[in-house]
């Protein structure tokens, strides 16, 4: 407070701690790489709130940051240390396979010596070599954590690139030694070259085709339906049929959204204070999906050609792994807000419903703060109040305030339920699976994440969103697509939609989607940050899957 009180900046404040993140922990700490994905968000929410309040996401990542560091030990415990660079090492795919077999290998010291010589060459050069070890794996850490050091070049200074993307290099050669159970975790270390080569992507520039509404739908509902390989192909297949790296991350983040929107949320069992039965939080299928999903379509408008189509590929192939390796029936069970939710909501005129939804936010009612933007989205209210009404509020501890003190808006009325939006019903499976076409030829408990094989952490809490551009080698959005109005309505029976809100599309056609922080706990002590995507498309989608459907039983 005494520097900004003298007059010291904001951002040079968040690029100073950036940098003491990162000479302390170096990727290692999960606390302290948390903290770091989380110190851009806070900063470029700050930016769109009112002077007077403008410090507080800032100050709030700022005290974790400090907090963690002397819990560790401060100076005389820092993880990164000068580096001498290895000598002889190629540049390109050479140099960066190169380091990607240091990787494998598990070797801490060669993996840093030879990174160190390939950043000498600029911070592209090694933002584009350490994708390459990145990519050997989709666990949702690895994927945002060189996504975030590179969105903080633009606060710190490009000639900081090789300390931030240290951070990814050691992550890596960590992780080479988990014990990871799952059988697809190795999966894209062959999947992702013959997915290159199969259909011709190495050496080529990214295309620029139009894609319309439809089309990106069309790509989103194979992807979000599909096996991992299978969306993946359809990824690839639109990439090699040359259509622009911007639409398929588009439609990558729509599925990705499905998986937040349809996420039944925490088992009665789980239920803890500030985490209800039914709410999703950081460590949830939805919100790690997305937040994967934003830094893989973010890093290949940032990487060259090889590793856009690698990125945009990994990340059609991770939505689809998480729907079917991390449990639930996400097929069946129906995207919030249900019919039923929004019919509840009475209100019209904007500061009632801004207010509604502020309460619903502090209450911690997820699917009521849903339908309350539905909404207001359907009514064509001003969409930037409502993300600045989300971004300044705060959950307070303790049982939500709304539910306590109304019968009509308790937990209980708003839990995700199954498919067929009636309350008391039980859903069976479909007996014939979806089927769905694209242009691009697609080919063909306890909830841990196959995107995240760490176990969570205990976690803090974190609010607000932003949408920035970061530098990129793509186009920023799909060329000069339609922004069609949907409607919010669908049959219960028949409904996939890829977000319901109808907010306009002017709020951010110009601007690269940017994740933001969003009330989210993994647990006692970390954050961990969900993906605010794309929105300047379509908000509303519904399709018929084709076959037997599901089928309400009394």
């Keep these: 407070m005494e520097k900004l009180q003298s007059g010291t900046e904001l951002k040079r404040l968040v690029a100073a701690a950036a940098l003491a993140n990162a000479r302390t922990f170096g990727g290692e700490d999960y606390v302290g790489f948390h903290t770091m994905m989380a110190l851009a968000p806070a900063y470029h929410m700050a930016k769109d709130l009112p002077a007077e309040s403008a410090p507080l996401p800032v100050l709030k990542v700022l005290y974790r940051n400090s907090n ?90 490009r000639e900081h690139a090789h300390a931030l993307l240290r951070q990814s290099v050691r992550y890596c050669v960590k992780a080479e030694g988990w014990n990871n159970t799952y059988t697809e975790y190795d999966q894209p270390r062959t999947l992702l070259p013959k997915m290159l080569e199969q259909h011709h992507l190495l050496g080529r520039e990214p295309g620029t085709k139009v894609a319309d509404d439809k089309w990106v739908e069309d790509l989103a509902k194979t992807i979000f339906s599909s096996p991992p390989e299978q969306a993946a192909g359809a990824a690839a297949a639109a990439l090699e049929e040359g259509f622009a790296p911007s639409c398929v991350g588009e439609a990558i983040s729509l599925a990705a959204n499905q998986l937040v929107l349809r996420d039944h949320g925490r088992p009665a069992e789980a239920e803890v204070a500030g985490k209800p039965m039914g709410s999703v939080h950081g460590d949830s299928i939805g919100v790690h999906a ?11 408008r940032a990487a060259n050609a090889r590793n856009a189509y690698a990125c945009l590929i990994l990340g059609a192939y991770q939505v689809a792994l998480d729907r079917i390796q991390r449990g639930g029936d996400f097929l069946n069970w129906q995207p919030l807000p249900l019919p039923q939710h929004v019919a509840q909501v009475r209100s019209t005129d904007p500061t009632s419903l801004l207010q509604d939804l502020d ?30 009404n989300a971004s300044v509020s705060t959950k307070p501890a303790g049982f939500a305030p709304l539910a306590a003190r109304s019968d009509r808006l308790t937990r209980s009325a708003f839990f995700a339920i199954a498919s067929g939006g009636s309350l008391g019903k039980k859903c069976t499976p479909p007996t014939m699976a979806s089927a769905v076409t694209t242009k691009a030829r697609p080919a063909g408990g306890v909830r841990s994440a196959a995107s995240s094989v760490k176990p969570s952490a205990p976690g803090c809490r974190a609010i607000g969103l932003k949408c920035r551009a970061i530098s990129r080698s793509s186009a920023d959005s799909c060329p000069d697509s339609p922004r069609l109005a949907r409607s919010a309505t669908a049959s219960p029976h028949s409904r996939f939609e890829l977000a319901r809100a109808q907010l306009p599309c002017k709020l951010v056609e110009h601007r690269i989607d940017h994740a933001g922080l969003l009330a989210i706990d993994e647990g006692i002590g970390d954050i961990d940050i969900f993906a605010h995507h794309h929105a300047r498309r379509h908000v509303g989608l519904a399709v018929e899957f084709v076959g037997a459907g599901a089928q309400d039983r009394a």
């Excluded at 997305?290 to 290949?300: I, K, L």
């Design 68 to 157: 963690r560091i002397s819990q560790v030990g401060g100076r005389k415990n820092e993880t990164l240390h000068p580096v001498e660079p290895s000598e002889g090492v190629a540049t390109g795919a050479k140099g960066a396979e190169a380091l990607r077999d240091a990787v494998r290998a598990k070797d801490m010291d060669r993996a840093e010596k030879i990174f160190a010589a390939l950043a000498g060459h600029g911070p592209d050069e090694a933002f584009n070599d350490v994708l390459y070890a990145v990519h050997d794996h989709t666990e949702v850490h690895r994927v945002v954590l060189p996504y975030r050091a590179w969105d903080l070049m633009d606060l710190i200074g």
């Design 359 to 388: 309460e619903a936010i502090r209450g911690n009612l997820q699917a009521h703060a849903a339908a309350v933007v539905q909404r207001y989205g359907d009514l064509g209210h001003e969409p930037r109040k409502a993300f600045g």
């Design 290 to 300: 997305c937040d994967s999903a934003n830094a893989w379509r973010n890093m290949a």
